[in-house]
């Protein structure tokens, strides 16, 4: 499951050097379509979140679907000014927890510091830790500034990876590639029969 926030502060500009007008959420936007694009085994959701979080798209084997949802996102979409990153998280993994994949993965992307979920930290720590579910975090922009690094690490603790940070668009780039890397699907050949 990806997990993006569409938030204002998202329209910051410079986080492409070699295209300076390109907004945060541009970049992301392209970084994650290439992502999606590249998992050709996978099932994958969407869950945006901003003073809410929604499932943008449940888990589907439609990558072209997904990128097409991916790109309809934009900043605003959710109303609000606040960050709900645990109750987003709690979503995700509802989402994944219904799944019966062997592994199972979760990448949340922010650039902000949680100020609106409803769920308490001590919970969804204990959520992440009691399920069999890897949690990658990223946080954008700048360390401390943008987003809780340290917060950003302790979720990443719970969910058995680590926090990565990215402060510029081939950095973010980097990091989705070396998950991409780490997480490698392996599915038998199956032929599929239709009975019409």
């Known amino acids: 499951v990806l997990i993006t926030a569409p938030s204002e502060s998202m ?17 992301v936007q392209e970084v994650v ?12 959701g969407l869950i945006s979140f901003g003073a809410i979080s929604y499932i943008a798209s449940p888990l589907t084997f439609e ?4 990128q097409k ?3 309809m996102q934009y900043i605003g979409m959710i109303n609000g000014r606040r960050t709900a990153i645990q109750d987003a998280l709690v979503q995700s993994y ?8 062997k592994s199972k993965i979760a990448i949340l992307l922010t650039d902000g510091i949680d100020n609106g979920s409803k769920v308490a930290l ?7 830790k009691k399920q069999d579910i890897k949690l990658y975090v990223i946080g954008i922009g700048h360390p401390n500034r943008d987003y809780d690094a340290a917060y950003l ?11 990565f940070g990215a402060t510029d668009a081939s950095e973010l780039s980097s990091i989705y590639k070396q998950i991409d890397k780490l997480e490698v699907t392996k599915i038998d050949d199956k032929r599929v029969v239709q009975y019409t």
Do not use: Y
């Open 122 to 128: 001590e919970e969804v720590l204990e959520m992440i």
């Open 153 to 163: 690490q302790a979720l990443a603790n719970a969910g058995g990876t680590q926090a």
């Open 33 to 44: 379509e290439d992502f999606i694009g590249k998992r050709e085994n996978d099932r994958i």
């Open 69 to 71: 949802i991916v790109s």
């Open 94 to 101: 509802n989402m994944l927890g219904k799944s019966k994949a």
């Open 11 to 27: 329209l910051q500009p410079g986080f492409d050097v070699n295209d300076p007008f390109r907004n945060k959420f541009q970049v």
């Open 63 to 66: 990558k072209e679907f997904l």
